[in-house]
C-alpha cells in the first residue's frame, strides 16, 4: 500500500526563544506525510512528492525527507530553481507567517505532464492541498487537476484538504474556482468551516458537506476550530465530534496537517468517517501543544 502526499516542502524557520530561529523543513502536505508515515503500519510506503532544486539546501531537504523514513520516489529536481522558505511569527499560540518563494521549484509540479503521472501512478491514496494548487500558474493547476482525475480513475483515493492562504491566489474568483476544481476531483474533502464561510458563504458545516458531495465527493469532514467536527461518508450519513479540550495552546502550527493524517490513515485502515475524525483531533490536539509543524515527542513518550 502506497499513501502519496504531493505538494511544496519548504526551509522553516521557527522562533527558539531568545530572538533566535531554528531551521527546519516543513510545509502543509509535507507535514501530513510526516504524521501519516508515524500512523500507518510498516507495510505501507509514505511517499513525498514534490519539486526541489539541485543546490546545497535543496540535498540537504532530499537527506531530510528520507532521513524521517518517506520515500523519496515521488521527488523531482529542478536545475535553475532552489526552493522556498517561510518564517512563523506566534502571538498567544496562533501563528503567522512570512514566506519567501518566488524561486520555488515546487512552482513547476505540473510542467511536465510525464513526469507528474510517473509521480502520481500506482498510489493506493493521492493527499494535496489549496496551497498545492494556489501556487501553480492558473494553467498548470488544471493540467494538475486533470492528473490527478486520471489516477482516481485508475483507482486511487484521492484527498484534497482546502488550507486557504488567500494571498497566495490571483483573486478572490481564481481562489473560488481553484478550489472548486480541487474538490471535483477528490473523493475526501477536508476543509475549515470558517474558511467555508469567507469563500462560499456558507452558513453552517451542512451546506459545506452538501456543496462538496454534489460535486462528486464520498467523504468530508470538517474542521470548526475548537468546535465539533462534522463527519459525513455517503455510505454513513453524519456525525458531530468534539475534540479534545486543550489547556493552553502552544503553537497551532500543523493542527490541520496532522487532523489530515489522522483523518486519512484512519479511514485506510477501516474506520468510520466519525471514528477517523475522532482520531485526527486527538492527534491534533496533542499536536498543537508544541512548537513547531513536526512534534516527534509525541510518537517516542517524551511528551510532559
Known amino acids: 500500500m502506497n499513501f ?22 516543513a510545509g502543509d502536505t509535507f507535514n501530513t506525510a510526516w504524521y501519516a508515515r508515524r500512523l500507518l503500519p510498516p507495510g505501507w510506503t509514505v511517499s513525498y512528492g514534490t519539486v526541489i532544486g539541485e543546490d546545497a539546501v535543496s540535498d540537504d531537504m532530499a537527506r531530510f525527507i528520507a532521513g524521517e523514513g518517506l520515500s523519496t520516489d515521488a521527488l523531482a529536481r529542478h536545475p535553475d530553481r532552489t526552493v522556498g522558505l517561510y518564517m512563523i511569527s506566534l502571538k498567544d499560540g496562533e501563528r503567522s507567517f512570512s514566506y519567501w518563494r518566488g524561486q520555488s521549484a515546487a512552482k513547476t509540479l505540473a510542467d511536465d505532464p510525464v513526469r507528474l503521472a510517473d509521480m502520481l501512478k500506482g498510489r493506493d491514496t493521492i493527499h494535496f492541498s489549496g496551497i498545492t494548487l494556489a501556487i501553480l500558474p492558473s494553467d498548470a493547476r488544471r493540467a494538475f487537476c486533470d492528473a490527478l482525475a486520471t489516477a482516481r480513475s485508475d483507482g486511487a483515493h484521492v484527498s484534497f484538504d482546502t488550507n486557504l492562504r488567500p494571498r497566495l491566489w490571483e483573486s478572490p474568483d481564481a481562489m473560488r474556482d481553484g478550489l472548486t476544481l480541487g474538490a471535483s476531483v477528490a473523493d475526501t474533502v477536508l476543509p475549515s468551516f470558517d474558511e467555508e464561510q469567507t469563500v462560499f458563504d456558507d452558513t453552517t458545516p451542512e451546506d459545506t458537506i452538501a456543496r462538496y458531495a454534489n460535486g462528486g465527493a464520498t467523504c468530508v469532514a470538517v474542521k470548526n476550530g475548537g468546535a465539533a467536527v462534522t463527519a459525513w461518508a455517503a455510505s454513513e450519513g453524519s456525525a458531530e465530534i468534539a475534540p479534545p479540550r486543550v489547556a493552553q495552546v502552544v503553537d497551532s502550527t500543523a493542527a490541520g496537517d496532522s487532523f489530515a493524517a489522522g483523518f486519512l490513515c484512519a479511514r485506510a485502515e477501516g474506520a468510520s468517517a466519525a471514528e477517523a475524525a475522532h482520531r485526527a483531533a486527538d492527534l491534533a490536539s496533542r499536536v498543537i501543544q508544541h512548537r513547531g509543524a513536526l512534534a516527534p515527542a509525541i510518537f517516542t513518550g517524551d511528551e510532559t
Open 4 to 25: 502519496l502526499s504531493i505538494g511544496e516542502i519548504m526551509v522553516e524557520l521557527a522562533p527558539a526563544g531568545e530572538g533566535l530561529l531554528r531551521q527546519g523543513f
